[in-house]
């Protein structure tokens, strides 16, 4: 009994071609489909970025209001706090230390980063507070403003796409 062996398979690509089988046609397909993927996936990131970033004022004033509520429990009155770490109208993208104003310090209350994007604030009325946040996490000097009252938790003021 002969044995056959196979015939070596050859090494010339058909033409327009390489070794791997993929012609030019189907890279240039897969460049633009990478290309769409590239123009829509980064735009998408970017939003949720700042989406992500803006998120901090909401969270820090329900955590403010939080804190009203439990000190008037303890104490039968609100505290007004002044504007930390800075003022409204100074917000930008930078994160800076958080540097309580006399009402915070008397509320006893600090957020758990150590330097937030926001300003915030308590006012005090006949009725209760309100807390106020304001951010400009895309540096565009539109402010995102979020504030809570003893009724209810956070609420974004400003439109959805102001960040």
């Not at 955590?63 to 303890?74: D, F, G, N, V």
Request: hydrophobic letters at 40%; charged letters at 20%.
């Amino acid at each position: 009994m002969s044995r056959s062996f196979p015939s070596p398979p050859s090494t010339h690509a058909p033409r327009g071609r390489d070794r791997r089988g993929f012609g030019r046609t189907e890279v240039l397909v897969a460049v633009a489909i990478a290309a769409v993927l590239a123009v829509v996936a980064v735009p998408w990131a970017l939003h949720q970025t700042k989406k992500s970033r803006r998120a901090e004022v909401a969270v820090l004033v329900d955590a403010i209001r939080m804190a009203e509520l439990q000190y008037y429990s303890a104490f039968r009155e609100y505290v007004p706090a002044e504007a930390a770490p800075r003022p409204p109208h100074a917000v930008d993208p930078t994160p800076v230390p958080w540097v309580p104003s006399e009402g915070f310090r008397e509320l006893s209350w600090a957020p758990e980063q150590a330097a937030v994007r926001g300003s915030y604030s308590v006012q005090v009325d006949a009725d209760g507070f309100t807390v106020t946040g304001a951010c400009d996490v895309d540096g565009d000097g539109n402010r995102a403003v979020y504030t809570a009252t003893a009724e209810h938790g956070a609420r974004r003021v400003t439109d959805a796409n102001v960040y």
